[in-house]
């Protein structure tokens, strides 16, 4: 926020700042509101962390890197959470550990909800009262720390769904509205072609964007193409009757162990029953529908399947450059569709479809820097930069991910194990 010398325009940033702070949080309460104490406080996986702990940790974020920066009359509700709740920012101090964020039975959940409204207390005033040149330092970081929320609103529904998956009852998270049949089968996928050249990727300069999207380069792309739609549950179904699992052949070599060492089968959640497969959902078991995007499944898993159709996983520069050229549509998480959706609208001859809103899509590329990248100063710039190793990115957006994060340039990005996050299949050649 800049001094524009207006009293009425800073009044107004002002306002649009807390209006946009209050419905983030509000949305995160929203995903919550329909889970029971018990479901807040499991933790599944050493990767997942509880619901209550995300609770209490987006809170500690604008409290460490906001209020106590900035707002001298703040007071911790409770010293210790600095140490509890920080993820692993090292500059700010050592970390509770995440594999034990299952263990901590006090602070109780209301206790956390009851730090979560101290700090939106805190912040309400802050955003209020401070004097104009203090909010205009402070809201590039209150508008990171609503883009971090909204990422862990995604977050707690991807853990959540883990927890809740592996529970033998399989119950729902919420049940949704009967959904209307497709009529027919989806048509099979067809090849986009690319003429490749020097294409501009990352984020421009305008707008929000995480560090790790920018600066924006060139780079030299050879031909390829690319396919119009994702992978369906059908087409992956026959990778595995074709024996996908146990041809050593299409497999990377850290895959493929991962793969004897963890026993996959088939993709994360599903179960084979006499009439076929069924697999959970979010809001319950369902039979797998082979018309829809194949879901959780493992960059290995992808690979595999790649090389399998003769073909590959794109580059995320690729997959930018080709998306350049299609709609920003998609079936988005607004508090409604949880779960992939089918096939969405079909493509033209030249775009492509399903690249926001059913799953995040593996590329072949591993989790680097730009070219001219530099970290933030100071903490925040652990946020992205520190985690460029032993990773692999994803493009698009899931049905669970918030709508303000959908842009071509949005690199999301995971060890090539994860198969708990929405991930799916795009193919390349």
Known sequence: MKATGSTSTVRNQRQEL????????????????PLAYEDCVVQSMPEASPTKWHLAHTSWFFETFVLRP?????????????????????AVGVQFPRLQRGMLSRPTLEEVRAYRRHVDQGMAGFMEAAPERVLG???AVIELGLNHEEQHQELILTDLKHVLGSNPLAPAYRREAARSPRQGKSAGARWVDHAGGIVAIGHEE?????DNERPRHE????????ADRLVTCGEYVAFMQDGGYDRV?????????ACRRLGWKSPLYWQ?????WDHYTLDGMRPVDPEVPVCHVSYYEADAFARWRKARLPLETEWEAAAGESPLDGNLFEAGALHPIALATTPSASTLAQLFGDVWEWTSSPYVAYPGYAPPPGALGEYNGKF??????????????????VRRTYRNFFPPETRWQFSGIRLAR
Not at 19 to 26: A, D, M, N, T
Not at 219 to 226: C, H, M, N, Q
């Open 18 to 33: 807390s209006h946009l702070y209050r419905r983030v949080r509000g949305a995160t309460e929203s995903i919550c509101a």
């Open 70 to 90: 900035h707002a001298p009359d703040y007071e911790m509700l409770e010293p210790r959470y600095e140490f509890l709740f920080n993820s692993y920012y090292n």
């Open 137 to 139: 330092i402070a809201a």
């Open 206 to 210: 305008t707008g929000f964007a995480f």
């Open 219 to 226: 780079t030299l792309l050879r031909p390829f193409a690319i």
């Open 249 to 257: 052949e299409l497999w990377l070599s850290d895959g493929w162990e």
């Open 272 to 276: 084979e029953t006499e009439s076929g």
């Open 388 to 405: 460029m190793c032993n990773q692999m990115v994803l493009r698009g957006a899931s049905c669970v991910t918030p709508r303000r994060h």
